[in-house]
């Protein structure tokens, strides 16, 4: 069945890079999605890729999927402290627009 | 453009009762999805609305429900309540068409006592 799965932590320093890993099982997804939960709050999309794409860069945020492997990445460069939250990837699957998600990566980011 | 707006945002309410939760998603945005949120079982999908009809619904029993009005805006009911429904309940509101963007609301957190 569909699945999604996720490292649960990371911690890096503020500066570094970050790079939240995941993957799927779905080979008919169409979309993948990273989103962002802060304490208490609710889910902010950061970024989206179609699965006919490789790449897509947005500020400091860069997603690389590897479809043969079912690989989904999101590399966070310059990491600052406001970046310190869940993110959750999720993918959609070809018919209709139900999300199944991940259990989610706390990135934690020191000074 | 106002996000989408979940209302309450906080509630408690008594193993038994029931509860009802709105959503008012983004102008335009035809779509609403409901979402439930707990430690244990993550983030689950309960059912997706498009112009008043339930399109897909996730494996929850029927005690959850829901429906959506002419204006997009749509509630979720779940009757007897158990302690185990106690979650962050999240909206999402989607672009139709070619549009692929989901966004969510802050959700509601529910509390059963």
């Known amino acids: 069945g569909e699945d999604v799965e996720q490292s649960l932590f990371l911690s890096v320093r503020e500066g570094d890079s970050s790079v939240i890993n995941c993957t799927y099982t779905d080979s008919s997804s169409t979309y993948l999605y990273w989103y962002k939960q802060e304490p208490g709050a609710g889910l902010q999309l950061l970024t989206y890729?179609?699965?006919?794409?490789d790449m897509k860069q947005d500020q400091r945020l860069t997603v690389l999927l590897n479809k043969k492997d079912k690989h989904l990445s999101l590399r966070i460069a310059d990491t600052q402290t406001g970046d310190s939250a869940i993110y959750f990837c999720?993918?959609?699957?070809?018919?209709?627009?139900?999300?199944?998600f991940g259990k989610g990566t706390t990135l934690s980011v020191s000074s | 453009k106002a996000g989408v707006t979940q209302t309450p945002r906080y509630l408690i309410k008594t193993r038994g009762q029931q509860v009802t939760l709105s959503c008012s998603p983004i102008?335009?945005?035809?779509?609403v999805s409901w979402y439930q949120q707990t430690p244990g079982q993550g983030l689950q999908f309960l059912f997706e609305y498009f112009s008043e009809t339930q399109r897909n619904k996730g494996n929850f029993p029927g005690r959850f429900s829901g429906r959506q009005f002419s204006n997009s805006r749509s509630e979720m009911n779940v009757s007897t309540l158990e302690l185990g429904d106690s979650a962050l309940y999240l909206c999402?509101?989607?672009?139709?068409?070619?549009?692929?963007?989901?966004?969510f609301g802050e959700g509601s957190w529910l509390t059963v006592v």
């Open positions: 999402a509101s989607h672009e139709t068409g070619s549009g692929n963007t989901i966004y």
């Open positions: 999720a993918e959609r699957a070809q018919a209709g627009t139900a999300l199944i």
């Open positions: 890729i179609f699965s006919n794409m």
């Open positions: 102008s335009g945005h035809r779509s």
